[in-house]
C-alpha cells in the first residue's frame, strides 16, 4: 500500500505546477484525499482535501481560488494544480488517504484520521 506524490519542482511567483498523487496497492475509490503542506519551521497545514467520488472539494483560505484539487479513480490518481503561486507557498507537499465515510466535511482538511500518507514533494517558489 503506497501513495507517491510527485510533480514538485521550482517555479517563479505567479507561475503554476501540477501535483500528481499516485495510489498503488488499493484503490482510492473508497477514500477522501487530502493535500497537506509543511514549510521549514512551521507546522503542517491541510491545503485541500476531495471525496471519494470528487463531487466535494474544500480548500484552505490561503488556496482559496488558486488551488483545485481533482482525481481520476481510473487511474487512480489524485491531482492538485496550483496557479497563481506565491513564495509562502513554499513547502514540501504531502497526500493522505482517509476511508470516506457520511462524515466527510471541511473539518477532513486536519491530518487527524488519514490512514495512508505520500512521502512529499517539495514545492518551491522563487520571487
Known amino acids: 500500500v503506497q501513495l507517491q506524490a510527485s510533480g514538485g519542482g521550482l517555479v517563479q511567483a505567479g507561475g503554476s505546477l501540477s501535483l500528481s498523487c499516485a495510489a498503488s496497492g488499493f484503490y482510492l475509490d473508497y477514500y477522501a484525499i487530502g493535500w497537506f503542506r509543511q514549510a521549514p519551521g512551521k507546522e503542517r497545514e491541510g491545503v485541500s482535501c476531495?471525496?471519494?467520488?470528487?463531487?466535494?472539494?474544500y480548500y484552505a483560505d490561503s488556496v482559496k481560488g488558486r488551488f483545485t484539487v481533482s482525481r481520476d479513480n481510473a487511474k487512480n490518481t489524485v491531482y492538485l494544480q496550483m496557479n497563481s503561486l506565491k513564495p509562502e507557498d513554499t513547502a514540501v507537499y504531502y497526500c493522505a488517504a482517509r476511508t470516506m465515510t457520511a462524515r466527510y466535511g471541511s473539518d477532513w482538511l486536519g491530518a487527524h484520521g488519514y490512514n495512508y500518507w505520500g512521502q512529499g514533494t517539495l514545492v518551491t517558489v522563487s520571487s
Open positions: 476531495i471525496s471519494s467520488s470528487g463531487g466535494s472539494t
